[in-house]
């Protein structure tokens, strides 16, 4: 839903991601230490579960994202169709599993919006045991992405939210990126011309679109730009990164904090004399912030304790040989530490930590090409959650760390 701020633009574009970090059914993941090959204190059993062929206008599935509320696992995507036509090629699809993940049935998706009907539904958060979703598609007079909102209904199905165009488009518009879930509702992060923009809510039927505010609003020469948010237990927070005037390919990071979604206020990051940028954030169950992003030619990680964010730790490179662009693509706090996502420029990679300061890359069977807006999730609930998209349909996987 847009280019990630500062991304390096990709060579290749497909629809469906290349993705691949679990084994088969009943594979060990264990992670390399680069020096004797000795396997990390994290292994997983991995079992793949399959999703069935979501009902209607039949072709490949595309998996993008998965959340667990109330004791329900939801996968979303889309189904890439096999007979597209000039003006349609992608239908919204979702899948749900009320036993840990174990077995998945198709959840009925109502769509009644022109762009609605052809979603790819990229992100999903819950607040409590309700679900709200957000997803896009690109076309129009300029190809831009097509911004829809989604709600479970009570009945059980997904239904697409209808929108004015200028709700996340029109003059202003940037671009649209990930939802997120809090006690207070859900924040939809993104960005408009003055700047960083969110949308929030307590009732998914409607977003409120917040832009042009004083803690937001680029001041002088700052070009602030913001990718993720989550909440922290009390406020909203909001990560990216942002560069003064002659210096854009220096970009600092940038925090900014809420109560209420609608008043904001920065908050500072430890900044290192390097182009840095952060792309994702999460509450660790023991009440800190963890954000992921890049810092140079690595990969960073800024915790947030008591005392406010600490420096960052780095880990992992980028490759040299690039053919996309290197950011995070998901990250999760769960029970057996962080587990981050991330694309190199030109793989992706699996990265475990048990307290955010230590990172290992976690071995994976295969290290596919980088290849349009990816990502892999892992939840955590009972057992982890992982999903992968090749580009010849999605897969989904139980994990039980050992």
């Given at each position: 839903m847009g280019r990630r701020a500062g991304r390096r633009p990709a060579r290749s574009l497909r629809i469906a991601a290349a993705l691949v970090v679990a084994t088969s059914a009943g594979g060990v993941l264990v992670a390399c230490t680069?020096?004797?090959?000795?396997?990390?204190?994290?292994?997983?059993?991995?079992?793949?579960?399959?999703?069935?062929?979501?009902?209607?206008?039949?072709?490949?599935?595309v998996v993008r994202d998965a959340v667990e509320c109330g004791g329900t696992w939801y996968v979303v995507g889309a189904v890439a169709l096999d007979d597209p036509t000039e003006t349609r090629d992608t239908r919204p699809a979702a899948w749900a599993s009320r036993d840990g993940g174990l077995s998945f049935g198709s959840v009925d998706v109502k769509t009644t919006t022109y762009w609605g009907k052809r979603a790819i539904i990229n992100s999903i958060a819950c607040a409590g045991d309700r679900v709200a979703a957000v997803g896009a598609r690109s076309g129009g007079a300029h190809g831009n992405p097509r911004v829809t909102s989604f709600r479970l209904a009570s009945d059980g199905r997904l239904v697409d939210?209808?929108?004015?165009?200028?709700?996340?488009?029109?003059?202003?518009?940037?671009?649209?990126?990930?939802?997120?879930?809090?006690?207070?509702g859900w924040l939809i992060a993104g960005n408009r011309l003055s700047g960083p923009g969110v949308w929030v809510t307590d009732d998914p039927r409607a977003f409120t679109l917040v832009e042009g505010e004083p803690g937001l609003t680029d001041d002088g020469d700052l070009e602030s730009l913001a990718q993720a948010g989550a909440w922290d237990g009390s406020r909203w927070v909001l990560v990216g990164a942002g560069a003064r005037e002659g210096h854009q390919l220096d970009r600092d990071p940038l925090a900014w904090t809420s109560a209420d979604g609608l008043a904001w206020q920065p908050e500072p990051l430890p900044a290192e004399p390097e182009n840095e940028d952060v792309h994702r954030v999460v509450r660790l169950p023991e009440g800190d912030l963890l954000a992921v992003g890049i810092r140079g030619d690595t990969f960073a990680a800024w915790r947030?304790?008591?005392?406010?964010?600490?420096?960052?730790?780095?880990?992992?490179?980028?490759?040299?040989?690039?053919?996309?662009?290197?950011?995070?693509?998901?990250?999760?706090?769960?029970?057996?530490?962080?587990?981050?996502?991330?694309s190199d420029g030109a793989a992706y990679q699996l990265w475990h930590s048990g307290d955010g300061r230590d990172w290992e890359q976690l071995a994976v069977p295969t290290a596919p090409v980088v290849a349009g807006d990816h990502t892999l999730v892992v939840g955590t609930g009972g057992r982890l959650l992982l999903l992968a998209d090749e580009g010849d349909g999605g897969r989904v996987w139980t994990g039980e760390p050992g």
């Open positions: 680069g020096e004797d090959d000795a396997p990390s204190a994290l292994e997983v059993t991995w079992t793949e579960r399959s999703l069935p062929e979501h009902p209607g206008l039949p072709g490949r599935t939210v209808p929108a004015l165009f200028t709700q996340y488009g029109g003059v202003s518009a940037t671009n649209v990126g990930p939802i997120s879930g809090g006690d207070a947030r304790t008591e005392d406010g964010w600490q420096r960052s730790v780095r880990f992992g490179r980028q490759a040299d040989d690039w053919v996309g662009a290197a950011y995070v693509a998901s990250l999760v706090g769960t029970d057996a530490g962080v587990l981050a996502t991330l």
